[in-house]
């Protein structure tokens, strides 16, 4: 599949699973680049007034199903990538292995530019300096990353969505996920990830 032409908007989440158990969750959406700026439009009209951006856990209930209901018929291409561990207090070592994860299903797609949430300075830092080491370790040259704040690009709020209806799901709301499975490509999970 050649989608050379596309971006991928990734942000996280992570998710108490158990007394033990946490999963740290990578979504992205691929987004056309000839679309971007539509989609951008569509996804900002959702936002309230006043609202700097969507955020799935301070939606309503009445909102979340009209934001899934949009979202899907957008259409983007969506991928997930998680790690189960045993809860931890830094989860920068899951975040690791899933942009891991992530990076080498972008290559296979031939997607090469990805927009990250920001976070802090020293955490985008870290982002930046763990592209790198994976590229000289064999990574694909031709990836990119970049960072933006969420209020600043609609198009983040996409994977914030994906993620948010996952861990509904769990939770035993499933149906939000239901209306977005069209739009999943790829789910999976990290190679050293813990079952469920």
Not at 89 to 113: I, P, Q, S
Not at 125 to 134: G, T
Not at 137 to 151: P, W
Request: aromatic share 4%; charged share 30%.
């Amino acid at each position: 599949m050649l989608l050379s032409s596309f971006r991928a908007f990734v942000d996280e989440s992570s998710a108490v699973r158990s007394g033990t158990r946490q999963e740290y969750l990578i979504g992205a959406a691929l987004i056309p680049l000839e679309a971007c700026d539509e989609i951008r439009e569509q996804l900002r009209s959702l936002a309230l007034p006043g609202q700097v951006k969507l955020h799935w856990t301070n939606e309503s209930e009445s909102r979340r199903r009209a934001i899934v209901s949009r979202i899907s018929e957008l259409a983007p291409m969506t991928v997930v990538v998680t790690h189960l561990s045993e809860r931890v207090k830094k989860n920068e070592r899951c975040r690791r292995k899933c942009l891991e994860a992530l990076y080498h299903d972008m290559v296979g797609m031939e997607v090469f530019d990805l927009l990250l949430e920001d976070r802090s300075p020293s955490q985008n830092s870290r982002d930046r300096e763990h592209i790198v080491a994976l590229q000289g370790q064999g990574l694909d040259s031709r990836v990119r990353i970049a960072h933006q704040r969420g209020g600043d690009e609609p198009l983040l709020w996409i994977a914030d969505v994906l993620l948010g209806a996952i861990n509904s799901a769990a939770l035993g709301e499933p149906a939000h996920l239901e209306t977005l499975q069209e739009t999943l490509m790829l789910r999976r999970r990290t190679v050293d990830s813990l079952e469920s």
